[in-house]
């Protein structure tokens, strides 16, 4: 089995930071690329950013600038810093991996279960 546990979100002020981590634990080989998706109610689901096991990056439009992704490969953990955020930030923030388990050929996707991300003064 493999999991995936986001923890980190609450409730911000806009203008303030929060920073969010994706812990992937169980019967693991290997972790590939990382992700973070959010969806806010009413929204399609929307990717945030992702990063690479050589921690290539990539953002959406709508956080470059603002949020930046990382990861520790040694701790199979990914974080999600961000900045200067603004009330569009309101979402649940989801985690996703490419993940290889020691019990499964090839890589499945994993999902966390999320974490709420409230921007409000």
């Known amino acids: 089995q493999v999991q995936l546990v986001e923890s980190g979100g609450g409730l911000v002020q806009p203008g303030g930071s929060l920073r969010l981590s994706c812990a992937a634990s169980g019967r ?9 998706y959010r969806q806010a109610p009413g929204k ?15 953002y959406s439009d709508s ?9 520790d490969n040694n701790k199979n953990t990914m974080y999600l810093q961000m900045n200067s955020m ?6 649940t923030y989801l985690c996703n991996a490419d993940v290889k388990s020691l019990d499964l050929c090839g890589r499945q ?11 409000s003064s």
């Open 109 to 119: 996707a994993y999902w966390g279960r999320g974490t709420q991300v409230t921007v």
């Open 28 to 36: 693991i080989d290997s972790v590939n690329v990382m992700r973070w």
């Open 44 to 58: 399609q689901r929307e990717l945030v950013a992702s990063i690479t096991t050589n921690s290539i990056t990539t």
């Open 63 to 71: 956080v470059k600038g603002r949020f930046t992704i990382s990861r």
């Open 86 to 91: 603004e009330p569009d930030d309101t979402a």
